[in-house]
């Protein structure tokens, strides 16, 4: 393999060679960055409904090739299809909502104390833009960190994970055949380095990174001392707390989805359930029950609901902390490593459900991004809640009750930036803001009409009127 590319194989079998793909280096970085910047007078200037225009021909073009984006996904990244496919379809959902701001309001008249003044605002987009995204969803979180960045006027090099190399360059594609001009999308690949080669280009107003907290903090350090502006949204210990009062068949078949699909991949993955003592041991019982249902194998199969891990790291680093979490004292219900005939070739491990999980171990309080639930118990309501807040994370957080005034308070004191009542924890709608509170977030917004806090920059502008 040449030393300027990468290989990428398929988590489910990694005698699948998906290709060899380019590995930017600073030179390339810094091209891409010169790009952006060349392109950036014309389409600041562009008017929104032209903008808009070429991102409502790109959701067309995604939504055509949904079919070849989502079977690629699940070959390079390893999750089923059908969550494949709908992962694709919100890409599409992301440009359509996106587009449709490209009429909307950019500033705000505000009364002056001089009636012969008009004091208004305006919105002007940040610059160029540096997107660094995960792999664990290679469609969805670049369209929506770019659809708004593009849609308020700025250009952008996008830098995804080397583990979704292929998804990126479909996304360009798409991107390029809608008919956005030269220099606006810009795409850099590779590794670590390739990471930050970006942080060190000349020419950046921001970046907007999701990825671990660890990962953040470099890019937020590098955006205190390169002076560009920069949103972080990162890791999560998602807590679910079930009531005694609550549907018990319900909050488990939700607590199973937010913890296993994508094979618990996800920063808002369900990663604690936190029980009310009186339906500790039913609900326990009940979930475990249906975790040993769940089948594992190749997400091109409609038969398994969990895919592969996307690495061999990965799956080395979710039996590394159950084997922790055991020798702390945790008990594991069901999980395992899968190494059968079918499934030797990819990174596979049968789900894991553990008990007497006390909060001081590291299993309940950092996060593993692996099919991993831990169990915990409550006896009432407020140490529940308690026990939801103490961990560093605050991305999001769920309750499963038929009392209003406990889903209310729940939503009111859980350290969480997204909050559901009797749903799961994975999953916000595209026009709703997403982001967390404490290490899970630089406490700014994606999605939604909330993106423009990070993509625009505000003028106060005075004009006094002639005489």
Same mark, same amino acid.
Do not use: C, H, W
């Given at each position: 393999m040449p030393q300027n590319t990468f290989e990428k194989r398929n988590p489910a079998d990694t005698r699948d060679l998906i290709g060899a793909f380019p590995a930017s280096n600073a030179n390339d970085v810094q091209s891409a960055v010169d790009a952006a910047r060349r392109a950036l007078p014309a389409w600041r200037d562009l008017a929104g409904d032209a903008r808009a225009a070429i991102?409502?021909?790109?959701?067309?073009?995604?939504l055509a090739r949904k079919d070849e984006i989502a079977a690629a996904l699940t070959r390079e990244e390893g999750k089923s299809l059908p969550e494949a496919t709908?992962?694709?379809?919100?890409?599409?959902? !992301?440009?359509?909502?996106?587009?449709?701001?490209?009429?909307?309001? !950019?500033?705000?008249?505000?009364?002056?104390l001089n009636p012969q003044t008009m004091l208004f605002t305006q919105r002007f987009p940040l610059g160029v833009v540096g997107l660094i995204t995960p792999w664990n969803f290679p469609v969805a979180i670049p369209l929506w960190k770019a659809a708004p960045a593009l849609i308020y006027g700025n250009t952008v090099i996008l830098k995804p994970s080397e583990h979704a190399p292929l998804c990126a360059q479909m996304l360009t594609e798409v991107m390029h055949e809608a008919g956005l001009p030269a220099g606006v999308w810009n795409l850099v690949q590779g590794g670590r380095?390739?990471?930050?080669?970006?942080?060190?280009?000349?020419?950046?107003?921001?970046?907007?990174?999701?990825?671990?907290?660890?990962?953040?903090?470099?890019?937020?350090?590098?955006?205190?001392?390169?002076?560009f502006k920069y949103q972080l949204e990162m890791g999560g210990k998602n807590p679910v707390v079930v009531l005694a009062d609550a549907n018990l068949e319900k909050a488990v078949e939700l607590t199973v989805q937010g913890a296993m699909k994508s094979a618990g991949e996800k920063c808002t993955a369900t990663s604690r359930v936190i029980l009310e003592e009186p339906i500790a041991d039913e609900f326990t019982r009940r979930l475990v029950e249906r975790v040993k249902e769940l089948k594992v194998g190749p997400g091109t199969d409609?038969?398994?609901?969990?895919?592969?891990?996307?690495?061999?790291?990965?799956?080395?680093?979710?039996?590394?902390?159950?084997?922790?979490?055991?020798?702390?004292?945790?008990k594991v219900l069901c999980g395992g490593a899968l190494e059968e005939d079918g499934l030797a070739h990819g990174h596979y491990v049968s789900p894991f459900v553990l008990?007497?999980?006390?909060?001081?171990?590291?299993?309940?309080r950092e996060e593993v991004f692996g099919p991993v639930l831990a169990i915990l118990r409550a006896p009432d309501f407020d140490a529940a809640v308690a026990l939801a807040n103490d961990v560093a994370y605050g991305l999001s957080a769920s309750v499963f009750t038929r009392s209003l005034d406990k889903a209310l308070r729940f939503a009111r004191e859980v350290e969480a930036g997204m909050v559901r009542v009797n749903g799961e924890t994975a999953g916000v709608e595209p026009q709703a803001p997403f982001g967390g509170m404490k290490a899970s977030s630089s406490y700014s917004r994606e999605q939604g009409q909330a993106a423009r806090e990070f993509y625009t920059q505000i003028k106060t502008i005075s004009v006094d009127l002639a005489d």
């Open positions: 991102l409502f021909k790109a959701a067309d073009l995604l709908g992962e694709t379809l919100r890409g599409v959902a !992301i440009l359509r909502y996106f587009a449709g701001e490209g009429l909307r309001p !950019i500033g705000d008249v505000i009364p002056s380095e390739t990471g930050a080669a970006l942080l060190e280009a000349a020419g950046l107003n921001g970046v907007s990174f999701t990825g671990s907290t660890a990962t953040g903090k470099i890019v937020a350090r590098a955006g205190v001392e390169r002076g409609a038969q398994f609901y969990l895919g592969p891990l996307i690495s061999g790291e990965a799956k080395s680093n979710v039996l590394r902390r159950v084997e922790e979490a055991q020798a702390d004292g945790a008990d007497e999980v006390r909060p001081d171990m590291t299993i309940a």
